[in-house]
RNA sequence: GGCGCUAUCGUCUAACGGUUAGGACAGAGCCCUCUCAAGGCUUAAAUACGGGUUCGAUUCCCGUUAGCGCUACCA
């Protein structure tokens, strides 16, 4: 049975790039029938928070693929000890009485850093149980293998072939002097607790892989295949992180902006992997039935933001795309939330008369507001009155339209078709061109020149606010 | 510094060693049109560099350069 697990340190939000690890591994564990497990890597203590599980767990609610299997870290002290004695046990690992970060400032001389801790790796037996006994705090440090010359090898699921020589391999930590597990110890002891069959991480861990190696072997146990996936970065090719970036790198912020969960899932995938076929919008059943580790490749992916853009080109097509597909039901529900936190309040009749007029329109669910502000707010927001004067005509065409214009709807019905023929047949007496006598009413009843199709607005804005508003553009035209 | 990894249009990517190096987004232009969108058509844009191997390299090998990652009692 496939296993494949979701690792999260609760020390920070949801990133787009844990995100999408999250999103490979569901795809990988549902394209295999496999079992998807979120295990929340809690063994930090000092720098794990509530705000961040928190964040983590709305992001991938949000996301809506959920998981079968959840565990946390810290919870499972016990086991991570057990691995750790038996471990020590066997003389694979010893006790690095060194104070906690002392090494630092001897290690990062000018040519980089020590293998080992000074003395600590030779002790003798005797002598560490003595100090260790006298109630001195020591770390527990992995003995990797020094003179054997070994080199480990594994084969990566995307990368392939690796191996690194235990020369170049320091003695990492396994318990830090507190008692607690470090990353590592508790990783592979989990591991192989939950009997995962695949690790599907990023990139940044390759050289982890190793170490962990080396423990499950320590420990007797057959380590799980592994995967490494490109990782994420910034324009300035850096990795993202919120103090360089900023909110862009946290989930939930998509969310906010009115990204739909899968359109930015969907962008995600396209981040690292290729189904190959020239496909790109794909529902979760074809993602689902195209992923596998042979698509993804081997290179950093870009998220291509900026200060003017924060958020991908390409993140923001899918989205606008994806919101075109939308049934409008679905898309008006999803809409008035954006709505109801502008200040406004709609009822779900005009939302339902608003939304196919803006559908093709918006490109992020927060757009309703802007592209569709005059369909919400009491009052106008402040347009120059020049802007009701149409093509090729002057303030007075743009007077004569108005009043023809509110003539006419102070006694048409308002729904769309009646409506279209009643002002072209007034653009006919007046001898104006159709564009001609839009214009003005577009601009009067909207704010401004770009707009959805008039005569939908028209209807959903209802007659009485149509009028009112024309009534004040008229007015504004005597100010020219 | 050491170790590891990577390198195709601006970005995401495709190409059994043989293609006019393909697609998408973004850009430009045209068409459609009540404006804006959407849609349709067209267009510009790439194999980092240098050596090999080969009849033939984007593709295989080596080197250079550049970038990234790891080098914590963080994960």
Redesign the pocket.
């Known amino acids: 049975m496939l296993r494949v697990r979701f ?3 609760p ?1 920070g939000f949801l990133h787009v790039g844990s995100a999408r690890t999250f999103i490979f591994n569901w795809l990988f564990a549902r394209h295999h029938r496999g079992t998807m497990i979120l295990r929340v ?1 809690d ?2 203590v000092g ?1 794990n928070t509530e705000a961040s599980l928190n964040s983590i767990f709305d992001g991938l609610r949000w996301l809506g693929l959920g998981w079968d299997e959840e565990y946390r870290q810290s919870e499972r002290l016990a086991l991570h000890r057990e691995m750790a004695q038996a471990i020590f046990a066997k003389d694979l690992a010893y006790r ?9 400032t001897e ?1 990062s001389g ?4 020590w293998l080992f801790p000074p003395g600590m790796r030779e002790l003798s037996r005797a002598e560490s149980d003595r100090r260790a006994a006298s109630g001195e ?3 527990l440090r992995f003995r990797v293998p020094r003179e054997s010359g070994r080199v480990i090898h594994f084969e990566d699921g995307v ?2 072939e ?4 235990t020369a ?1 391999i ?1 003695d ?2 396994l318990l ?3 008692g ?5 110890l ?2 592979c002891a989990d591991d192989a607790d939950l009997r995962i069959s695949d690790i599907i991480r990023g ?6 892989t190793f170490k962990h190696i080396q423990i499950f072997e320590a420990a007797g146990v057959e380590p799980p295949r592994f995967a490494h996936l ?2 994420l ?1 910034a ?5 993202l992180s919120k103090r360089k970036h900023g909110p862009v790198v946290s989930v939930t912020t998509y969310r906010d902006a009115g990204f739909l969960p899968h359109a930015f899932l969907n962008f995600l995938c ?5 189904p ?1 076929n ?1 496909r ?1 919008r794909m529902p979760l059943v074809e993602l689902t039935l195209a992923f596998t580790l042979e ?1 993804i ?8 933001f900026s200060e003017a853009d924060p958020f ?3 993140a ?2 899918l989205n ?2 994806t919101i ?1 597909g939308m049934g409008p039901g679905a898309l008006a529900e999803a809409l008035t939330p954006f709505v109801t936190r502008a200040g406004f309040e709609v009822s779900p009749a005009k939302m339902a008369l608003i939304t196919p007029l803006i559908q ?2 918006i490109r992020l669910l927060s757009e309703v507001t802007t592209v569709g502000d005059f369909f919400f707010a009491k009052q106008l927001a402040p347009y120059d009155a020049a802007e009701l004067i149409p093509q090729k005509g002057d303030a007075a065409m743009a007077a004569r339209a108005l009043e023809k214009g509110a003539a006419v709807l102070a006694t048409a019905e308002f729904r769309h078709d009646p409506l ?1 023929q009643a002002l072209r047949a007034a653009s006919v007496e007046l001898g104006i061109k ?2 001609q006598m ?2 003005p009413v ?1 601009v009067a009843v909207c704010g401004r ?8 607005t028209l209807e959903a804005l209802g007659r009485e606010t149509c009028l009112e508003r024309i009534g004040q553009a008229l007015e504004k035209l005597k100010t020219i």
Do not use: C
Request: overall charge negative; hydrophobic content about 30%.
């Open positions: 690792a999260p340190s020390t890597d063994t930090d720098r690095d009485f060194t104070p906690a970060g002392a090494a630092d290690r000018e040519h980089g850093t705090p020591f770390a990368f392939g690796q191996s690194k020589s170049d320091e990492f930590a830090r002097s507190d607690m597990p470090t990353y590592h508790a990783s990139q940044d861990h390759i050289t982890n490109p990782l970065v324009p300035d090719g850096a990795k396209l981040l690292g992997w290729s190959k020239d790109e698509g490749n081997r290179s950093n992916a870009v998220v291509n991908d080109p390409k923001v097509w606008a795309e075109r093709e329109r279209e159709a564009g839009f214009q577009r020149k770009n707009a959805p199709p008039l005569f939908g």
